[in-house]
């Protein structure tokens, strides 16, 4: 009972806090765009407040040690499935690699741990706390469904209201934007359930991140690849979801490791 008051009331002030963020975004414009980072940063604040209401001293949001593999895996993981379906993009359709980045490379390194900084401020929330908790309450199946599609949904308000993943319709966007949230849930379940750390789910929600917004999202030249590759990309999604499917057939004890 107290697990399902504790999810509740974690939900009702993430989108309290995320719903502030929206409004200040959405009604700002591009003068508003950093409420996004701010915004990064709800779910966690609203595990640390629920936390400490109704699990004051115990330690298990995740703040632990764990084997340096499944760090490894987060940073990897990602690369895998971006490398993959960007390559795949790159070779079939001309003239697609830009050869662009971002910025030069001492900048790039300069920026990691912003994305490290803001996915923690996820994950916190999402993994560190949510994650958990649903699956002592239910099962790790339900756990990643439900997780997943609140995940999603909790960024739909910035993608309906054209201020994320622009570039191709809605009726398109958001189902496979959604696909690839579920594959990544469960991705980042399996690490942070095996490794009963944090840390894996923080490296890898960054690694995601910085791979596709900072190295192969600039290298590709706009047009139609928003369809293949990337968040609202098809090939990419498809990738993440047979990882996913690799790493949740194995046996589900060891997801509770």
Known sequence: MKSKKAILWFLIVTFFLSGICYYLR???GNAAAGMTSVLMFCPGTAAIIVHRIYYRG???LGWNR???KYVIAGAIIPAVYFGLSYGAYWIVIKNSFSGRIYTNPIGLLFLIPSFLLTA???EIG???FLLPQLAKTWNIRVAVLFGGLIWAVWHFPLILSGHYLVGTPVWYKLPVFTIEILAMTAILAAL???SNSIWPAVVLHA???YIDYMICSPMTENGIS???VGETGIITAVIACLIAVILVNKKSSRMMG
Do not use: T
Request: aromatic share 12%; glycine share 12%; with cysteine.
């Open 58 to 60: 115990e330690k298990n």
């Open 226 to 228: 928003l369809y293949f």
């Open 66 to 68: 764990c084997s340096l």
């Open 207 to 209: 690694s995601h991140n």
């Open 126 to 128: 999402w993994r560190g």
């Open 26 to 28: 959405i009604a700002g």
């Open 120 to 122: 923690a401020g996820e």
């Open 192 to 194: 942070r359930l095996r």
